[in-house]
């Protein structure tokens, strides 16, 4: 049974920060590509942050500058570190990842269950 376990989300004041991550557990024999997405109350999830194996990173336009994805092949773990948060930061973040099983013949993605993430002051 593959999961996807995220953790470091709580409540932080404006202008502060919080590392997020992501760990996929199971039997896994490769990663592709992975990253984060948000949603905040009433609103469309959004696509944070994403990350290939090799270590390319794309962003929103509304984190560029503030938020960096980062990964550890190794532990299949994929981090996000948040700088100078702001209210409009806050929402669920949830973390992806495109994963293929040792019986498997194709990527899919899977899904971390969601940590919130509150800015306020």
């Known amino acids: 049974q593959v999961q996807l376990v995220e953790s470091g989300g709580g409540l932080v004041q404006p202008g502060g920060s919080l590392r997020l991550s992501c760990a996929a557990s199971?039997?896994?024999?490769?990663?592709?590509?992975m990253g984060w997405y948000r949603q905040a109350p009433g609103k469309q999830r959004e696509l944070v942050a994403t990350i290939t194996s090799s270590g390319r990173t794309g962003y929103a336009d509304s984190v560029k500058g503030r938020f960096s994805i980062s990964r550890d092949n190794a532990k299949n773990t994929v981090y996000l570190q948040m700088n100078s948060l702001k209210p409009e930061d806050t929402a669920v973040y949830y973390c992806?990842?495109?994963?293929?099983?040792?019986?498997?013949?194709?990527?899919?993605?899977?899904w971390g269950q969601g940590t919130q993430v509150t800015v306020s002051s």
């Open positions: 199971g039997s896994i024999f490769s990663a592709n590509d």
């Open positions: 992806t990842a495109d994963l293929l099983l040792p019986e498997g013949i194709m990527f899919l993605t899977y």
